[in-house]
């Protein structure tokens, strides 16, 4: 895809196969959320698409077009939330609804140095009614959470840190340089779990020696499910 832009700015209807993502305007500049419809072995850019929404910003974002649900989230912790058709409709993405600080968390919004003061927002997802959203750096500086919002009160729903060694059993150690980086998240409604990929690192080292392997897994977890009975499973 020409204009692409980042890869946490996509999503896919499985059933008719489009694809959603943030696409760039070659000449203008102008960057915009859209959808196209995939097909193998294209390239494709942004005359292709089936319809365009304005973004003043690049934004990550999430669809569920089961519930018809669109929710993105920028640098600065703000969240947008609308339906997709609504989205269509506007051609332009809505005011935001709310900003994550708002829920204790403190969001590194000019790329400040961290030592564990700031919020390194990754990703968000969607699934009904509720949002996610995964926070904590590469660098092992500051918590790795998993928070989730109702959209409809906008409350805070749950917020769980996941815990090297006992969410995700690490063979190289944070103190030996390994990383336990929170990435996408999503909810998969055939097996009823959260699911959230993880960029772990491991390796080994003997001084300055070492050899390292990143690489990324994804975790599925029903733990939360008690706490989010309004997603629709069809």
């Given at each position: 895809?020409?204009?692409?832009?980042?890869?946490?700015?996509?999503?896919?209807?499985?059933?008719?196969?489009?694809?959603?993502?943030?696409?760039?305007?070659?000449?203008?500049?102008?960057?915009?959320?859209?959808?196209?419809?995939?097909?193998?072995?294209?390239?494709?850019?942004?005359?292709?698409?089936?319809?365009?929404a304005k973004v003043s910003r690049?934004?990550?974002?999430?669809?569920?077009?089961?519930?018809?649900?669109?929710?993105?989230?920028?640098?600065?912790?703000?969240?947008?939330?609308?339906?997709?058709?609504?989205?269509?409709?506007?051609?332009?993405?809505?005011?935001?609804?709310?900003?994550?600080?708002?829920?204790?968390?403190?969001?590194?919004?000019?790329?400040?140095?961290?030592?564990?003061?700031?919020?390194?927002?990754?990703?968000?997802?969607?699934?009904?009614?509720?949002?996610?959203?995964?926070?904590g750096n590469a660098d092992n500086?500051?918590?790795?959470?998993?928070?989730?919002?109702?959209?409809?009160?906008?409350?805070?729903?749950?917020?769980?840190?996941?815990?090297?060694?006992?969410?995700?059993?690490?063979?190289?150690?944070?103190?030996?340089?390994?990383?336990?980086?929170?990435?996408?998240?999503?909810?998969?409604?055939?097996?009823?779990?959260?699911?959230?990929?993880?960029?772990?690192?491991?390796?080994?080292?003997?001084?300055?020696?070492?050899?390292?392997?990143?690489?990324?897994?994804?975790?599925?977890?029903?733990?939360?499910?008690?706490?989010?009975?309004?997603?629709?499973?069809?």
């Amino acid at each position: 895809m020409k204009g692409g832009d980042h890869g946490g700015a996509f999503g896919y209807h499985e059933s008719n196969h489009v694809i959603y993502s943030l696409v760039e305007d070659p000449v203008t500049r102008q960057k915009y959320v859209g959808a196209v419809t995939y097909h193998p072995d294209q390239v494709v850019n942004i005359n292709d698409f089936l319809w365009l929404a304005k973004v003043s910003r690049y934004v990550r974002f999430a669809t569920d077009p089961l519930a018809d649900g669109f929710v993105a989230s920028d640098g600065l912790g703000n969240v947008y939330f609308v339906q997709l058709s609504d989205l269509k409709q506007t051609a332009a993405l809505p005011a935001p609804a709310f900003n994550l600080n708002a829920f204790g968390l403190k969001i590194n919004a000019n790329g400040n140095s961290n030592a564990g003061q700031f919020n390194t927002l990754q990703s968000n997802g969607v699934a009904g009614p509720y949002a996610f959203f995964t926070l904590g750096n590469a660098d092992n500086a500051d918590p790795r959470l998993i928070v989730a919002i109702d959209l409809r009160d906008k409350q805070l729903v749950f917020r769980h840190e996941i815990v090297p060694q006992r969410d995700v059993q690490l063979k190289c150690s944070l103190g030996n340089g390994g990383r336990l980086e929170p990435e996408g998240i999503y909810y998969d409604r055939r097996t009823s779990r959260l699911v959230v990929g993880i960029n772990r690192t491991e390796g080994w080292a003997l001084g300055r020696l070492g050899f390292w392997q990143t690489h990324s897994e994804l975790y599925a977890t029903p733990l939360f499910n008690s706490l989010l009975p309004d997603i629709p499973l069809r």
